[in-house]
């Protein structure tokens, strides 16, 4: 008669079985009796393997569903859990549960009820075993947020990335709204260069209106593609919403316009320049100058000098 494996080979048997689980983030009862380790599906037995498990900082108790489950954790995190002091494993414990939105230090500290310098020595010895890292929130730069080492913070709390140190970075999202409107522009307009008495090409080209029916307007998912495809971001995946919310900013200012039913984007512009790298003298300060349809203007035509009403806003300047 086969003697019955001890408690130890018991609880060795079944974290192995659940590391094997890749689908598996949390189990309950039923998982670990699933796994066939525990004799008979003995219910008593399983609950005191696991209890040794917990113990041991191998098995973490979860809640799923009004459930109690138990997650599994990796033997060098539990080696680095059982370190810690009483009052170390509380506070760590207040930031984990706190997940990718983090924990404002003073929460923390009023949820510990312990002492100021207690508190903080906690925290130091949590950061330089590197368990914890504090970030800045967009929200409120001047808090002290805590989160797990091994996490990001979400985009709620950091603002995405048009947020740096919890401060908006105007200069990137400018450059980043300059290149979506370039972009557009260069899908809105087609050029056309004019030959000169000698039938040579000239060096100046014409910026004409896509023919009726013309749908290679961008889209939002198209302009995504392009930034990403561009490495302009330097690593930084930029996400639908976000181009979205830098498309509705050139929306407001006017630079472009809701082509395709909303789906697609339109230049109002046949080229986008820098006001301070501008030449100025006489015709750059009439409005021909600096007219964005300048080469669509003509006798007759839908733009012309005779109807144009920047020349009135000009001279009464």
């Given at each position: 008669?086969?003697?019955?494996?001890?408690?130890?080979?018991?609880?060795?048997?079944?974290?192995?079985?659940?590391?094997?689980?890749?689908?598996?983030?949390?189990?309950?009862?039923?998982?670990?009796?699933?796994?066939?380790?525990?004799?008979?599906?003995?219910?008593?037995?399983?609950?005191?393997?696991?209890?040794?498990?917990?113990?041991?900082?191998?098995?973490?108790i979860m809640n799923r569903?009004?459930?109690?489950?138990?997650?599994?954790?990796?033997?060098?995190?539990?080696?680095?859990?059982?370190?810690?002091?009483?009052?170390?494993?509380?506070?760590?414990?207040?930031?984990?549960?706190?997940?990718?939105?983090?924990?404002w230090a003073r929460i923390?500290?009023?949820?510990?009820?312990?002492?100021?310098?207690?508190?903080?020595?906690?925290?130091?010895?949590?950061?330089?075993?590197?368990?914890?890292?504090?970030?800045?929130?967009?929200?409120?730069?001047?808090?002290?947020?805590?989160?797990?080492?091994?996490?990001?913070?979400?985009?709620?709390?950091?603002?995405?990335?048009?947020?740096?140190?919890?401060?908006?970075?105007?200069?990137?999202?400018h450059q980043l709204g300059?290149?979506?409107?370039?972009?557009?522009?260069?899908?809105?307009?087609?050029?056309?260069?004019?030959?000169?008495?000698?039938?040579?090409?000239?060096?100046?080209?014409?910026?004409?209106?896509?023919?009726?029916?013309?749908?290679?307007?961008?889209?939002?998912?198209?302009?995504?593609?392009?930034?990403?495809?561009?490495?302009?971001?330097?690593?930084?995946?930029?996400?639908?919403?976000?181009?979205?919310?830098?498309?509705?900013?050139?929306?407001?200012?006017?630079?472009?316009?809701?082509?395709?039913?909303?789906?697609?984007?339109?230049?109002?512009?046949?080229?986008?320049?820098?006001?301070?790298?501008?030449?100025?003298?006489?015709?750059?300060?009439?409005?021909?100058?600096?007219?964005?349809?300048?080469?669509?203007?003509?006798?007759?035509?839908?733009?012309?000098?005779?109807?144009?009403?920047?020349?009135?806003?000009?001279?009464?300047?």
């Amino acid at each position: 008669m086969s003697e019955e494996p001890s408690a130890e080979e018991l609880s060795k048997a079944l974290y192995a079985s659940c590391a094997t689980q890749a689908s598996h983030e949390l189990f309950d009862q039923s998982d670990l009796l699933s796994l066939k380790v525990i004799p008979n599906d003995d219910i008593k037995l399983l609950l005191s393997i696991v209890q040794k498990l917990v113990s041991d900082g191998l098995f973490k108790i979860m809640n799923r569903d009004r459930q109690i489950c138990w997650k599994l954790i990796s033997q060098g995190d539990a080696a680095k859990y059982k370190q810690l002091t009483t009052e170390e494993a509380m506070i760590f414990s207040y930031i984990e549960s706190a997940g990718r939105e983090g924990i404002w230090a003073r929460i923390c500290r009023g949820r510990s009820n312990l002492h100021a310098t207690v508190f903080n020595r906690c925290l130091k010895s949590l950061e330089s075993k590197s368990l914890i890292k504090q970030f800045v929130s967009a929200k409120n730069s001047s808090r002290k947020m805590y989160i797990l080492a091994n996490l990001q913070p979400s985009e709620d709390v950091t603002g995405g990335p048009f947020f740096t140190d919890g401060k908006l970075d105007e200069e990137f999202v400018h450059q980043l709204g300059v290149w979506i409107e370039n972009y557009i522009i260069s899908k809105s307009w087609r050029h056309h260069s004019s030959r000169d008495a000698d039938g040579k090409k000239s060096k100046s080209r014409k910026s004409l209106p896509m023919l009726p029916g013309y749908a290679g307007y961008p889209t939002v998912p198209e302009i995504t593609r392009a930034m990403n495809d561009s490495k302009l971001t330097s690593g930084v995946v930029m996400k639908e919403a976000e181009i979205r919310h830098l498309v509705d900013i050139l929306l407001w200012d006017g630079h472009i316009i809701e082509v395709m039913n909303g789906r697609g984007f339109k230049s109002v512009r046949t080229f986008l320049r820098d006001e301070d790298d501008l030449t100025r003298n006489g015709l750059t300060e009439a409005p021909c100058g600096d007219c964005p349809v300048f080469d669509l203007c003509e006798e007759g035509g839908p733009v012309n000098a005779r109807s144009c009403a920047y020349f009135t806003d000009w001279l009464d300047s």
